[in-house]
Structure formats: structure tokens, C-alpha cells
């Protein structure tokens, strides 16, 4: 099955690193015209060492007038992957303060919100589709030790994405949902150091799969989701987890 996502217009946020930069590389390699948003200047400039091509976009995502102003300048795009999302805080529910909580809501929700809406919005102008893909989490879905801010902003992106599917359909633009398990990223590492668990080993005991993801395991689906082929897709939560959510299993 051929994607085709050749001359495709696409934004990634949080392009800088980790999934978001290699979404953004084989958006590039795929022939797609990639916009890349982050809010680290450095980790933009060697994107476009590297793919001289990408176009960038350095903005803080938690300032909603100042993100929007800078995508209404973009010329309407055939997707979006909405992949920005900050991981800072690992502490009990009973802890969590009202300034942690809004970090995360606007950072890993509000933001994606207003990508959305202002991403969707000219795509209804133009009179054109599109894709738009939330990267989520497992987390969103479980309860998981110390990730109370993260999960339950994950968990609101799920559901805004069911609400943006069901207003955007009638205009041909798909909204779902990739809720990842544990990937190996620099921020997993971290986390893990941060709690203080095992955190690799306890989730390749809870996948029938053997091992947890890799960033290249994400690439496939989301380039997927953001093509023709899933042109009926719309709505969903296309989980990427190696079998994790089938096994009834509880992190001690």
C-alpha cells in the first residue's frame, strides 16, 4: 500500500526532538512540504542543518494569542501532528498544585487545542481535507504512579479529539488519537530516573509484544494516519502499545 504523502503540507509541534523530530524527518523523506514547531531555537537549527528543506517555527505553545498569530501566517496545510507535550512533574495526586496542573493543561491540552483550531479553521476556508493526529498516552487511559498532571491532561486530549472529529467530519478533516506506551526517548530515561523504578524492565514484563517501543515503531501509524489510505478514519484511538492494554497487570 502506497501512502502518497508526496506535496502534502504538514505541521509537527515539538519537532525539535525525540518523535517529533523523526516525524518531521520522514515527512521530509516522504516528499511533504514539513513545517517544524518548537520552542527550543537550537534543536530547530539543527533540524535544518540536517533537512535544509524543513521550514521552522520557533514559538512557546503555552502562549495561546502569540502560537495562534504564528499559524494563521501559515498558508492553509493538509495536516497536523500535534506531538508537543512537557513531562516536568512527578509527585502524588494528594501534592499536585494548581500551578504544575495548568503547566500541563497547556502545555499537553490548551495547545493542541489551539493548533487545531487554528490549523482546522483555514482548512475549511481553503475548501480542502485533511489529518489531524494526537500523539497521547497510555497514561491518559491508566493510572499510573506520579503521573497524575500528564495523565489527566491526556486523558481531556482523547476526549477533545472525539469532539473535533465529530465538528470537522462534515468538512472531510480526520482528528485521531495515537496513545503511545513507554517509547524510548530521552524524556522515558528520565522519568524512570526521576521515579525511581525500573520503569523499561516493568513495562517489558507487561507487554506480550516482549519489548517497548522504539520512536521508529510510531513513525509508520501516524504517517498512515495522516494519508489517504485512512481516509474513513476518523475519531479514534490508534494505539500503539505492543499488546500492553490486554494484559491486567498493576505497576508496584
Known sequence: MELNLAGKKI????????????????LAKAGCKVYALSRTQSTLDSLVQEYPDIITITQ???KWDETRAKLEQIEPLDGLVNNAAVFNVLQSPLEHTEDQLE????NNLFSAINCTQAVAKKMIEAGKG???V???????????????????????????TRYFALELGK??????????SLVLTEMSR?????????????MRERTPM????????TIGPILYLLSDASAMVTGTDHRLDGGEACVFTTIQ
Open 190 to 202: 528520565k522519568s524512570g530516573d526521576d521515579v525511581g523504578l525500573p520503569v523499561y524492565d516493568i
Open 134 to 160: 494526537n500523539i497521547s498516552s497510555i497514561a491518559g487511559e491508566k493510572a499510573f504512579p506520579t503521573m497524575f498532571g500528564y495523565g489527566i491532561a491526556k486523558a481531556a486530549l482523547a476526549q477533545a
Open 130 to 132: 485533511g489529518s489531524i
Open 210 to 217: 516482549g519489548r517497548v517501543l522504539t520512536i521508529n515503531d
Open 103 to 106: 503547566c500541563y493543561m497547556r
Open 60 to 62: 512557546d505553545l503555552s
Open 171 to 180: 468538512h472531510n478533516i480526520r482528528v485521531n488519537t495515537v496513545p503511545l
Open 11 to 26: 505541521l509537527v509541534t515539538g519537532a525539535g526532538r525525540g518523535i517529533g523530530r523523526d516525524i518531521a524527518i520522514a
